[in-house]
């Protein structure tokens, strides 16, 4: 599967919300032409009926996911979110270690499931030797492709997946989140960032959490003096953001 859809609205959790519930026992069909009801008869569903996927936090299938420990579970991340001084791309390396692992029986007698995030950093050849696993994949095997950018993924990859695209979030949602994650934001706050949003809560947060609003306003502020712009003012603007960027390397 190919998770798709612009970047910070929820592709990788999806994809782990997926993985989860497959490695807890949930059904990966529903027999043709039946409803969902008969899912309320699996243990998993019924501790929260408004989610099929949910997994509460101490259940073990949970905990172990999140912490990559689980035998049947791999997660195959950009170079950089493991380590900040590394290139933003996942190497071949990173997918023929995939190899060895499909190899393996399943620890627990289910399904086997690798989270790839973010596919379009896949060098052309990780690209090349995940198709050979894709051509051909193992029996119980569910491999999830989380990716901002698919067109930059061979055609003959996009091919050999089923795509679900997800939609931006709703301001509504986007609200609801903001809430829940940062309830320290004052209203007037909250509502600039929902504006600026575009329906990525992952892209609020990283405003929030660097002074995104303010940098926003001012933008707006040198571009409402154009075409007689203070020099100075923008240069002392400049330099303080290349100097916070700077510090995140």
């Not at 998770?3 to 959790?13: F, P, S």
């Not at 060895?100 to 052309?124: K, M």
Request: hydrophobic fraction near 35%; charged fraction near 25%; aromatic fraction near 6%.
């Amino acid at each position: 599967w190919m998770l798709t859809g612009n970047r910070g609205i929820g592709k990788a959790t999806l994809a782990y919300r997926f993985a989860r519930y497959v490695l807890a026992g949930g059904p990966l069909r529903i027999p043709h032409k039946q409803s969902l009801a008969p899912l309320e008869t699996n243990n998993i569903y019924k501790e929260n009926k408004t989610s099929p996927l949910f997994i509460p936090t101490d259940n073990p299938t949970f905990q172990r996911v999140g912490a990559n420990g689980h035998s049947d579970f791999m997660a195959v991340e950009t170079a950089f979110k493991k380590n900040k001084n590394s290139k933003g791309v996942i190497s071949v390396d990173d997918i023929r270690k995939l190899n060895g692992f499909l190899r393996l029986t399943s620890g627990e007698g289910g399904w086997q499931v690798i989270v790839i995030d973010n596919a379009d950093d896949l060098t052309r050849g990780a690209e090349n030797a995940l198709l050979k696993i894709l051509e051909e994949p193992p029996p119980n095997a569910l491999l999830l492709l989380v990716c901002d950018r698919p067109k930059k993924l061979l055609p003959t990859t996009r091919s050999r997946c089923q795509k679900l695209r997800l939609n931006n979030l709703d301001d509504t949602t986007i609200d609801n989140l903001l809430d829940q994650y940062l309830p320290h934001l004052d209203l007037k706050m909250r509502n600039r960032l929902v504006t600026l949003s575009e329906g990525s809560i992952g892209r609020v947060i990283e405003l929030a959490m660097n002074n995104g609003v303010e940098i926003h306003n001012n933008i707006l502020n040198f571009l409402s003096q154009m075409p007689e712009i203070d020099f100075s003012h923008l240069q002392d603007f400049s330099a303080k953001i290349s100097r916070a960027d700077a510090g995140k390397k």
